[in-house]
């Protein structure tokens, strides 16, 4: 009977990690829209954050004239505000960009700098994994 509750133990964890395998990407943050921000004022742009983040993707542009542009990325960690990081120079074709981000934080923002517009769009989070696959751990210390 013993050995019958093991193995049932066994296969409900290996269904739980293969679950996590095949599921589709969940967003905590899922923004296509495209948000213009005026570089030499230095115009931010915040979103809240629904959830243990994980990471940053978006996509950056300037305005095609616009001078030493770029975007500064910061996130909001019980309250407290740091820097995750910067694009560097923006070019006037959108560039794809990833940060990673404290599972903790609860907001991000954009900077913009430079002259003229900067835009971002398709601002995604993806929602952290917090459940981690220990199957191999599991079998090495129980079935020895």
């Known amino acids: 009977m013993k050995k019958l509750t093991i193995k049932r133990v066994i296969l409900l964890a290996c269904i739980v990690c293969g679950m996590q395998t ?4 969940c967003y905590v943050l899922d923004d296509p829209t495209t948000v213009t921000l005026y570089g030499v004022s ?3 742009k915040t979103y809240n ?5 994980a990471v940053l993707t978006f996509e950056a542009s300037k305005y095609w004239m616009g001078v030493s542009t770029n975007f ?3 996130q909001t960690v019980n309250g407290v505000e ?3 990081g910067q694009t560097g120079e923006l070019n006037k074709d959108f560039q794809a960009y990833t940060m990673n981000l ?5 907001q991000i923002k954009f900077k913009s ?3 003229l517009n900067n835009y971002i769009r398709n601002v995604k989070v993806t929602r952290a994994k917090l459940i981690t696959c ?3 751990n599991w079998f090495s210390t129980h079935l020895k």
């Not at 095949?22 to 990407?25: D, G, K, N, P, T």
């Not at 954050?49 to 983040?53: D, M, S, T």
């Open 22 to 25: 095949i599921q589709a990407e």
């Open 42 to 44: 230095g115009a931010t």
């Open 49 to 53: 954050v629904n959830g243990p983040a």
């Open 72 to 74: 500064t990325v910061y």
């Open 82 to 84: 740091t820097k995750v």
């Open 102 to 106: 404290n599972v903790n934080a609860t």
């Open 113 to 115: 700098a430079g002259s």
């Open 134 to 136: 220990l199957v191999h």
